[in-house]
């Protein structure tokens, strides 16, 4: 089974399961007419960067953040271009903003680069994207026992260029759905289930989507992990998990 789903706040928003010999670029536009999107930023991988599904995000109120990769190749080619070039012309000529963020935790330190534009002169039909106001690239270098590597990004968006608020949706995006990845996997054991049959994939999927949401709002310091376990042996503590 393949699903789409929505998380925000680390908290899962909606979820919606898709046929059998299908994808999420079907599930991705049912998901989001769950979902009141007005003021709201949408990110998503590069798989939903399709122009309905762009259209469909604006004409329920909200903005985008798209990734870009081989299946808009016509698109991320030119952005990747704008970047190369203007980078190596320290951007003379090019209006643009830029922040940097800097992690360094366990051995490893982090870089994150942000730059956004709103000139998309060399971009080919980017009248085709409602409401496409931007592009973005992110430079991630990071530094590990000794070895470096360094990541690039490209996005397209409906938002100005504001390095700031393309920063936090783009750093929201992946620490959210890493976050919620590893809590599915090492706390609720998701990649380990042999649930296989009929619906009952997406009913326990849902299922440990309401047990991150119930335990991530119970206000106390304890682990994701500490929180499930005392709630498995502790009748109180799971009826103040349930009440929050």
């Known amino acids: 089974m393949v699903s789409a789903w929505a998380v925000s706040n680390r908290l899962v928003l909606g979820q919606e399961a898709t046929a059998e010999k299908s994808n999420e670029i079907t599930a991705i536009p049912e998901l989001l007419e769950l979902l009141v999107l007005k003021g709201c930023i949408v ?3 590069a798989m939903g960067c399709q122009r309905a599904i762009a259209e469909q995000i604006r004409s329920q109120g909200g903005d985008y953040v ?7 190749s016509t698109l991320q080619e030119p952005v990747e271009d704008v970047f190369t070039t203007a980078v190596a012309g320290q951007f003379s000529g090019v209006a643009h903003a830029y922040t940097e963020k800097t992690d360094k935790d366990h051995g490893r330190l982090e870089i994150r680069r942000y730059w956004i534009t709103e000139d998309l002169r060399t ?11 931007s592009i973005g690239m992110v430079e991630r270098t990071c530094w590990q026992d000794g070895v470096q590597s360094v990541e690039q990004r490209d996005f397209i968006a409906s938002i100005g260029a504001d390095a700031q608020r393309f920063a936090t949706a783009v750093r929201g995006h992946w620490g959210v759905e890493n ?5 599915l996997d090492v706390i609720f ?5 042999r649930i296989r ?5 997406a009913i326990m999927t849902a299922i440990r ?27 109180d503590y799971r009826a103040k998990v349930l009440a929050a």
């Open 43 to 45: 990110t998503i991988d």
């Open 66 to 72: 798209l990734g870009l990769k081989g299946n808009q």
């Open 123 to 133: 971009l080919p039909n980017a009248a085709r994207w409602a409401g496409l106001r």
């Open 179 to 183: 976050r919620l990845h590893w809590r």
């Open 189 to 193: 054991n998701e990649d380990a289930s």
């Open 197 to 201: 049959k009929a619906q009952a994939p």
């Open 209 to 235: 989507h309401c047990c991150v949401n119930l335990l991530e709002k119970e206000d106390s310091s304890l682990s994701m992990a500490h929180k499930r376990r005392k709630a498995a042996w502790d009748d």
